[in-house]
């Protein structure tokens, strides 16, 4: 445990004049529990341990290494690997010992120093030691390492070692969670590489986590083993969870099959991304003899953002107008209720179901933010209150298409020699393509690409497998795809591998969207370091503001619950956490078997 029950309220605070050691961190609040804890209030302490989970998987995998850009990493290898700390999931950003049994932020908080459990232990028997942590750093925001890394951690200057137990991180400039971020840093053996760079090695990770790598065959399943003689079963952060002495992952090779697979009893649980699926396809003698349970698992999650995005790296998307008049050709209403059963509401920001997101016009905290940035800023981010388009009465298609026609013949696109083929002055097509995943998601993008076709703009549309879409995307190497932008209840560090400027050519990073502006680079660097709630709160909603009068994509939707299958012979904790992101990760870690 820790050696001291401060607590660090760092929203808010001015610079400490000494250094704290504490037993949980928080961000705006104080930690909901207490040092000397039992237990996650989301977990069974009791539940009973044993037992096989089988899981799905989708498309393929050539690797266990998933820290870095080359090949599709198996899932589940995060089993083997531990962080410094632990992340409550009943609270917005808080974090409890794990690796490290205690933290202490510099009075200054341009440091923090890690102690590490002098019972931590790799799965090789070897100790954890200050030196594999620095190690883990090193090569994660190397040039090796996933360029995710480099951005999360740009404020961290050095790492140091002070003693075997003992490990510091050198911060640029005060960041007001990056005592917190840095202790999700996955920390492996150096046994592990050897003399071998990050990028040379695909073998499963020598973790202290309480899983090893049992048996695999590539590309097709995976099966953990749950280890006796893992050193952290007495940790609370640990108990009622990783209770299935294996998880086995099977791969198929689309979402049909993978359905199919379920009811067949191949695998035991299953997240429903498709409307369709859940309204229809659920049903039989097995769910009425309550085999299989179908069910919604709520929750609080910020729903972020998901969408058909442009590529503004490509010359066709640059026009504002264009990306205008493609929002019109989305009828989210006819799509709603006809493909998807009216089970979605449609994302209206990129921080959707939370108090983040900009509404009306911006107020005076907001707008101290924004008028220094005036000059890289359209009028209508001061004036004008962004809305989806819709086709809710008293609007329809025909007049939002008819608006998109305007658009498209202010942005040079016109119809020529009676064709039927929108073509610019140097005579080129409308032509874009749009590169899926997944082949159900085929009949959306469907209806859109006619409506669009009414405007003279031609869309090709095609699902390739994981491996090729994964390369799509670490290369920008799309017209438009389908993507998410998930967002926790804390924005922070994160957004600049969204939005940052820094991000728009590294390989790798989260700026699908090729955003590229100096407005947004620093309302980025505004919500960074942010120092209060309300702070926070406001450089969000600023940000949000830009972003949305940009036009960059096209928004989808979000459920306020994660639909799931599942086998009937798993006993469940009675209380769920508040966050969390889908349904198999709190199944696989904290249910069990019967």
Not at 316 to 330: C, G, H, K, Y
Not at 546 to 566: A, E, K, S
Request: aromatic share 12%; with cysteine.
């Amino acid at each position: 445990m820790f050696k001291a029950t401060f607590i660090i309220l760092l929203l808010g605070l001015a610079l400490f004049s000494k250094a704290w050691a504490v037993h949980g961190v928080a961000l705006g609040a104080m930690p909901k529990y207490p040092a000397g804890f039992k237990h996650f209030d989301y977990v069974n302490p009791n539940a009973p341990k044993g037992g096989k989970i089988t899981l799905s998987a989708r498309g393929s995998f050539d690797s266990f290494n998933p820290y870095v850009l080359k090949g599709i990493a198996a899932e589940g290898s995060g089993l083997l690997v531990e962080t410094l700390m632990a992340t409550s999931q009943d609270e917005p950003f808080s974090m409890y010992g794990l690796l490290a049994d205690d933290v202490e932020l510099a009075g200054d908080q341009l440091s923090v120093t890690f102690h590490l459990n002098p019972a931590a232990k790799f799965a090789n028997g070897k100790p954890v030691l200050a030196a594999d942590v620095k190690f883990s750093f090193e090569s994660l925001t190397g040039p090796q390492g996933h360029p995710h890394y480099q951005v999360y951690w740009r404020d961290i200057s050095a790492c140091e070692v002070l003693d075997d137990a003992r490990v510091r991180f050198h911060f640029k400039q005060v960041n007001r969670e990056l005592h917190m971020i840095i202790g999700q840093l996955p920390v492996f053996s150096r046994d592990w590489l050897r003399d071998k760079t990050l990028d040379k090695v695909t073998s499963s990770p020598i973790g202290s986590g309480p899983y090893l790598l049992l048996s695999h065959k590539t590309g097709k399943d995976v099966i953990y083993q749950r280890r006796d003689d893992y050193w952290g079963w007495h940790l609370n952060v640990n108990q009622g969870r990783f209770n299935f002495a294996q998880v086995h992952y099977k791969y198929y090779k689309d979402q049909e099959i993978t359905l199919e697979a379920l009811k067949a009893g191949d695998f035991d649980f299953l997240d429903i991304s498709s409307s369709r699926q859940w309204a229809r396809d659920l049903e039989g003698e097995k769910f009425e003899r309550g085999k299989l349970i179908k069910t919604i698992l709520p929750h609080k999650n910020n729903a972020g953002m998901q969408a058909f995005i442009f590529n503004l790296r490509k010359p066709l998307f640059q026009d504002i107008q264009v990306r205008r008049a493609l929002n019109l050709a989305f009828d989210f209403e006819w799509t709603n209720q006809n493909l998807f059963f009216n089970q979605y509401t449609r994302c209206d920001s990129y921080f959707s179901n939370s108090e983040l997101a900009a509404s009306g016009l911006p107020d005076a905290e907001e707008l101290q933010l924004l008028e220094p940035l005036r000059k890289h800023l359209p009028d209508a981010v001061f004036n004008k209150v962004w809305q989806p388009v819709t086709t809710a009465k008293p609007g329809s298609l025909r007049m939002n298409l008819r608006q998109a026609k305007k658009l498209l013949n202010a942005a040079g696109w016109k119809v020529t020699n009676g064709g039927q083929v929108l073509h610019n002055a140097q005579g080129k097509p409308f032509h874009f393509k749009i590169i899926l995943m997944d082949k159900a998601f085929e009949r959306i993008v469907a209806p859109f690409a006619r409506n669009l076709k009414k405007l003279g703009i031609a869309v090709e549309y095609r699902t390739v497998d994981r491996a090729l879409y994964k390369k799509h995307l670490d290369n920008f190497d799309y017209d438009m795809v389908v993507m998410s932008f998930p967002q926790s209840q804390s924005p922070g560090n994160e957004q600049a591998n969204y939005w940052h400027s820094q991000a728009f050519a590294r390989k790798g990073s989260n700026n699908y969207l090729g955003v590229k502006h100096p407005a947004i680079d620093q309302l980025v660097e505004n919500l960074i370091e942010a120092d209060s709630y309300d702070a926070l709160r406001t450089a969000s909603r600023a940000l949000d503001r830009v972003l949305l009068q940009g036009d960059y994509l096209v928004p989808q939707w979000y459920i306020n619950g994660h639909r799931v299958v599942y086998q009937n012979r798993f006993g469940r904790p009675r209380q769920l956490p508040l966050y969390y992101p889908n349904g198999e990760g709190v199944v696989r870690n904290t249910w069990w078997v019967q």
